[in-house]
């Protein structure tokens, strides 16, 4: 399935949001860091950078967090999927128009400009999980195939072959040690 341009954006900010709980120092424990962060997330609109505008961004990221299968392998099923966006787009009152900005085509807004931004963002990352559902594919979301990273990644591949995030240098590490195997096997 292809997703439309800003479905994958979102989806990719969530993946970002989410691997933010693994960063060190974590960005959002303090305002300098997460007006840092912010810079290079895609959310228009208001953003006053305020401490309470981060703990609610922080307190999003956790429930986003459930989107992802457990490091475990345990993942939420369509069901729980659903529940969780339900309560978003209600939770946010969310209302979809479409809008033109920044040098963006067309395309879907839910909440308005001035909402609290993390409103918008569990919004509109609520709308982009909706195509997953709607396509069942949310075995998209996953996690990092690395044996020593649990980060999230969002794999919007035509073949679902996406294995590694983006976060660790985790494929490079991963092909670089199968080639040293293979290399150590031959001349053994």
Same mark, same amino acid.
């Given at each position: 399935m292809e997703f439309a341009h800003d479905t994958q954006v979102l989806l990719a900010a969530a993946a970002a949001l989410v691997n933010t709980?693994? +960063?060190?120092?974590?960005?959002?424990?303090?305002?300098?860091?997460? &007006?840092?962060?912010? &810079?290079?997330?895609p959310y228009s609109g208001r953003r006053s950078g305020s401490d309470d505008e981060r703990r609610a961004v922080r307190a999003l990221r956790e429930r986003l967090a459930g989107l992802w299968p457990a490091p475990d392998g345990d993942g939420p099923d369509?069901?729980?999927?659903? =529940?969780?966006?339900?309560?978003?787009? +209600?939770?946010?009152? =969310?209302?979809?128009?479409?809008a033109r900005h920044d040098g963006w085509d067309w395309h879907l807004h839910v909440t308005p400009q001035d909402a609290p931004l993390a409103d918008r963002m569990g919004a509109e990352i609520a709308m982009s999980v909706v195509d997953l559902v709607r396509g069942d594919d949310l075995s998209r979301l996953r996690r990092c195939a690395a044996d020593d990273c649990d980060a999230v990644l969002v794999d919007l591949s035509r073949n679902r072959s996406k294995r590694f995030c983006d976060t660790g240098n985790c494929a490079n590490r991963a092909h670089v040690a199968a080639y040293r195997a293979r290399r150590a096997t031959r001349t053994s």
């Open positions: 709980r693994r +960063a060190e120092p974590d960005p959002l424990d303090d305002v300098p860091g997460f &007006a840092g962060w912010l &810079a290079g997330q369509r069901d729980g999927t659903v =529940a969780l966006v339900n309560t978003l787009l +209600a939770e946010t009152d =969310a209302r979809p128009h479409l």
